[in-house]
């Protein structure tokens, strides 16, 4: 058995609903797959002894898990006053629009298409309820809406699909873009150095106890990655598909749909920088 304080981020293990910081509760979704690891970790967040309570990604559109998240909230004496969301993607999203009718609250995200109400989600916001606060940090390149929360009091931050609990993640081309991530990635190491976060709230998978730790093992795989995919476009392999099946070979070829995503990312971010040819002139 791996010790777990040896891997990336010293994950904490086991993956389940239950407090995760003095702050920060998770409420796993039952929607287990290879893409979403063991499901959407949906994030009940309140100042301890308030009775009003934040929402981070209320998962898909699963009615027993939106009621779930309801009730844990109810048992500890608690109001659902706001919904956030980390980014778009329906596995993080689709439940926002039937969780906002059970809680009567307002969703607030960077992309208006998400939002229900007048306020959205920008680079510096504050968000304070109940006592929590709650600082907006903009993060794209998985997605261009991606989004993380930092939860200071906890020294703490919520990640998204930004950083995982396990693996690493899938820069989602087009939409996302792969510049965009590796600064956002240098930004949450910031954040490690300048604010003191050590605790990532992943969008899947386990908690991570060194978020620091966490981050520079994600920029250290995508220069690995980048690295890998410029020899393989000089030794011949030139389309995206080719590409993935050599680069990726030792990955389930289940997940090379969405590895090629990825490749499609960071070809284009090598064109753009002169690294291979094909970018602009």
């Given at each position: 058995m791996?010790d777990?304080?040896?891997?990336?981020?010293q994950?904490r293990?086991?993956?389940?609903?239950?407090p995760?910081?003095?702050?920060?509760?998770?409420v796993?979704?039952?929607?287990?797959?290879?893409m979403?690891?063991?499901g959407?970790?949906?994030?009940?967040?309140?100042?301890?002894?308030?009775?009003?309570?934040?929402?981070?990604?209320?998962g898909?559109?699963?009615?027993?898990?939106?009621?779930?998240?309801?009730?844990?909230?109810?048992?500890?004496?608690?109001?659902?006053?706001?919904t956030?969301?980390?980014?778009?993607?329906?596995?993080?999203?689709?439940?926002?629009?039937?969780?906002?009718e059970?809680?009567?609250?307002?969703?607030?995200a960077?992309?208006?298409?998400l939002?229900?109400?007048?306020?959205?989600?920008?680079?510096?916001d504050?968000?304070?309820?109940?006592?929590?606060?709650?600082r907006?940090?903009?993060?794209?390149?998985?997605?261009s809406?991606?989004?993380?929360?930092?939860?200071?009091?906890?020294?703490a931050?919520?990640?998204?699909?930004?950083?995982?609990g396990?693996?690493?993640?899938v820069?989602?081309h087009p939409?996302?873009?792969?510049?965009?991530?590796?600064?956002?990635?240098?930004r949450?190491?910031?954040?490690?150095?300048?604010?003191?976060?050590?605790?990532?709230?992943?969008?899947h998978?386990?908690?991570?106890?060194?978020?620091?730790?966490?981050?520079?093992?994600?920029?250290?795989?995508?220069?690995?990655?980048?690295?890998?995919?410029?020899?393989?476009?000089?030794?011949?392999?030139?389309?995206?598909?080719q590409?993935?099946?050599?680069?990726?070979a030792?990955?389930?070829?289940?997940?090379?749909?969405?590895?090629?995503?990825?490749v499609?990312?960071?070809?284009?971010?090598?064109?753009?920088?002169?690294?291979?040819?094909?970018?602009p002139e």
């Open positions: 791996t777990a304080a040896a891997l990336p981020g994950p293990g086991v993956v389940a609903s239950g995760a910081t003095s702050r920060a509760v998770n796993l979704a039952p929607n287990a797959s290879a979403t690891l063991d959407t970790n949906t994030w009940l967040l309140s100042e301890p002894g308030s009775t009003l309570a934040v929402v981070v990604d209320p898909p559109l699963d009615e027993a898990h939106l009621r779930a998240v309801i009730d844990t909230a109810e048992r500890a004496g608690q109001r659902i006053a706001l956030l969301l980390t980014h778009g993607h329906p596995d993080h999203a689709e439940g926002a629009g039937r969780f906002a059970l809680t009567g609250t307002k969703v607030r960077l992309d208006p298409a939002r229900l109400g007048d306020e959205g989600l920008a680079a510096g504050v968000i304070r309820t109940g006592g929590l606060e709650l907006v940090v903009p993060t794209p390149g998985h997605t809406d991606s989004l993380c929360f930092h939860l200071p009091a906890d020294r931050v919520l990640t998204g699909d930004t950083i995982l396990r693996g690493t993640t820069v989602a939409d996302g873009r792969l510049g965009d991530y590796l600064d956002s990635l240098r949450l190491r910031s954040l490690t150095v300048d604010d003191g976060v050590h605790t990532v709230l992943p969008g998978g386990p908690v991570l106890e060194d978020a620091q730790g966490a981050v520079e093992y994600y920029l250290a795989h995508r220069a690995h990655r980048l690295a890998q995919i410029e020899t393989a476009v000089e030794d011949g392999f030139v389309t995206p598909e590409v993935v099946a050599h680069v990726y030792d990955v389930d070829r289940s997940l090379w749909p969405a590895a090629e995503w990825s499609r990312a960071q070809l284009e971010y090598l064109q753009d920088h002169g690294l291979i040819p094909g970018g």
